[in-house]
């Protein structure tokens, strides 16, 4: 959906507003029972709620008076309802659960429009803020998906959900009412940024326990453990599928062949030769790769962190205060009470301290530092002898496996290196080869034991019988189910971007597959092909890495478009800048508090470089930070609620760590 220019005094009224401060003035029935039935009756004959600025009837819910003029009112009523049009908010589902204490929680399911670039895209260096111009407005949209966790604490509670999850409601309905209901209040709203890029966030109760209140981070938050800096307790905690992942409109081969046919154009025809035709062809994929390069570089943390505050001024009144004799482009969106960053999601959380004006007040990290100023190339460099370490580490806890990993390798190899033998192929239709198998190392940095022990049943699984070379289905099986990068082709597409941090930077280039051939040349040990066949050196595992031979490899990342794709993403040398020290350093001097758990064993963030980007004199030397081994990189998942309130303690000054 395109927004016109025409638009672009309802975006700053919007901005200045947010969306529920229309709702505001609204009387709101006493019998929330009716709520749905009242808003039913008063729809259109499309089903859009009437109103008597709009269709001329009389408005269900007259508005409280207003010292603005009447006209003035009016066309601010009309721009708002044009704003809502563009970001055409909607909840799906409403579900109320038991949790701890003999308490009910509800999640609401919400979707909304997000630009798809933002004002101020083309100058990073400068925080957000809240002004749009004629041409930013001229822009498609992108769907972003959040649930939005809260207590069902009274009656009235209760009788207001019910009502919302009426099946009679359309979704844009449930979130007019929503939104009716009343204030909501960003500083009480706890914002969770997850780890990647490109999955979705963990589910509420399938995924993410409230059976509790020590049962996660969640638990924690919504059941006082953890309050904000003004010490009052969170109402809402906010999770967001980032752009492009999960419930949020998924970027997968299916929808960029949907958007970009011609980048597929070739995949299935020759692509020597020099007729008109072919050479035509050539020239539409070429054109489609620079478009869904240009689109792709507009799914990084800077936008994921500029959804996140789209969502909240959606939500909340009075995010981006107004005054009438003020300039509405001037003013600064009240920030959430505090965000979680895990993994990725701190490395977004870093972005929201260089690029938005207001980042949340309360700021926690775990495992999520990021590597900021380091080249990604020194960064693989490091990651490849961590890797080895704990690939020593899983043999030494599974020293039977040192001969059953070179069986798998020399069976696969033997499969791609004689002609006389097919591929292996997986049932989702990618071929396991050695190097493919090998990556399974990139879940041996989660919970301690846990997925040492998973890895072990998955290769002891291999074969159909002890004595052959036949793999099993039951193998094939877990192959696939452990490697959902064809589920998440943004992981193969952007994750080595995470670590392109503007201009200066430079092209990625392949960092990880280049690093790893100057270390095979250097050291056998990091050769699978020479370490298979010895009886001495014990084949070494793959870690958090992405690779060029991926578009082989794996189904959904296949074919001559995807692997141009990936390796204009890896040439690109023109990135947006993610971390910019002078901004976190003035914010973490400001208003925000903050505090990390960095873990000393972390296979997937190198300890040194994190400590290098906390240390004293640096621009986040204001960060509280607490080193541990005594989590792997899960930590959050393994004991949330624990960390969680000793950081937020250690942020507000409570708790003495560092000692």
């Known amino acids: ?92 589902s409403v579900h109320i659960h038991p949790c701890a204490d003999h308490q009910r929680l509800v999640v609401t399911e919400h979707k909304i429009e997000c630009p798809l670039t933002y004002p101020g895209d083309e100058s990073p260096v400068e925080k957000v803020g809240a002004s749009f111009n004629s041409e930013s407005l001229e822009t498609p949209t ?18 207001f959900f019910v009502s919302l999850a009426d099946s009679s409601l359309t979704p844009k309905q449930r979130s007019q009412m929503y939104l009716q209901r009343g204030p909501i209040d960003a500083d ?94 050539r020239a539409k994929v070429s054109k489609s790769v620079k478009d869904a390069c240009d689109y792709l570089s507009k799914f990084r943390a800077d936008f994921i962190v500029k959804d996140m505050e789209w969502i909240k001024d959606s939500l909340v009144e009075g995010s981006r205060p107004y005054s009438d004799e003020g300039d509405a482009t001037s003013q600064i969106s009240q920030p959430y009470g505090a965000s979680l960053g895990q993994s990725f999601g701190g490395f977004c959380s870093m972005t929201y301290l260089s690029t938005i004006a207001n980042p949340p007040r309360l700021m926690l990290f775990t495992g999520g530092i990021a590597p900021a100023w380091t080249p990604a190339r020194e960064v693989y460099d490091r990651l490849w002898l ?54 399974l190392g990139l879940a041996l940095g989660g919970t301690p034991g846990a997925a040492m022990a998973n890895l072990h049943s998955v290769i002891s699984s291999a074969f159909l019988d002890d004595d052959g070379d036949e793999l099993s289905n039951a193998f094939l099986k877990r192959i696939d189910y452990e490697q959902s990068f064809d589920d998440a082709p943004l992981y193969f597409l952007l994750h080595e971007s995470i670590y392109a941090d503007g201009p200066e930077s430079g092209a990625t280039n392949w960092a990880a597959h280049s690093s790893y051939e100057d270390y095979v040349k250097s050291d056998p040990q990091f050769d699978y092909k020479q370490t298979c066949m010895s009886d001495n050196m014990p084949t070494l595992f793959f870690g958090e890495m992405v690779f060029k031979w991926f578009a082989e490899d794996f189904e959904e990342l296949s074919g001559y478009g995807m ?49 290098k980007v906390l240390r004293r004199g640096s621009a986040m030397d204001q960060v509280k930070v607490w080193v541990t081994n005594e989590h792997q990189h899960s930590g959050l998942r393994d004991d949330g609620a624990g960390i969680v309130t000793k950081l937020a303690a250690m942020a507000k000054g409570a708790v003495h760590i560092p000692s």
């Not at 580490?393 to 990993?405: F, K």
């Open 1 to 92: 959906m395109v927004l016109r220019a025409s638009y672009c005094t309802a975006i700053l009224l919007f901005r200045s507003l947010g969306p529920a401060r229309a709702f505001a003035s609204i009387e709101r029935p006493k019998n929330l029972s009716n709520i749905s039935r009242q808003i039913a009756n008063n729809n259109s004959e499309d089903g859009e709620p009437r109103t008597g600025w709009l269709h001329n009837t009389e408005a269900k819910y007259p508005p409280a008076p207003t010292p603005m003029g009447e006209s003035a009112a009016a066309m601010r009523r009309i721009l708002h309802q044009r704003m809502k049009d563009y970001t055409n908010h909607r909840i799906s």
């Open 142 to 159: 992108v769907g972003v998906y959040f649930t939005i966790i809260e207590l069902v604490s009274t009656t009235e509670d209760d009788e």
């Open 188 to 281: 009480r709203m706890f914002a969770y940024l997850q780890g990647g890029p490109g999955f979705g966030c963990s589910a509420p109760i399938s995924a993410l326990s409230l059976a509790s209140k020590k049962s996660s981070w969640a638990s924690s938050v919504l059941f006082g453990d953890l309050t904000n800096l003004d010490g009052k307790s969170f109402q809402r905690v906010l999770l967001m599928d980032q752009r492009g992942t999960g419930k949020s409109t998924p970027v997968t081969k299916q929808r960029l062949r949907k958007m970009f046919p011609d980048l597929f154009a070739l995949d299935d025809a020759p692509k020597e030769g020099e007729s008109a035709q072919l050479q035509l062809a």
């Open 386 to 439: 961590r890797v080895k370490e704990r690939s020593h580490r899983y043999y030494d806890q599974y020293p039977g496996d040192v001969e059953a990993v070179k069986r798998i390798v020399r069976t696969l190899l033997k499969h791609q290196e004689d002609p006389s033998l097919p591929p292996v192929k997986l049932p989702s239709g990618g071929t396991l080869t050695a190097r493919r198998f090998l990556s």
């Open 563 to 611: 692997t141009l794709l990936a390796n204009s993403l890896a040439e690109k040398s023109d990135w947006s800048q993610l971390y910019i020290a002078d901004n976190i350093r003035a914010a973490l001097n400001g208003k925000v508090k903050a505090a990390s758990a960095t873990y000393y064993d972390d296979l997937y963030v190198d300890f040194d470089l994190v400590m």
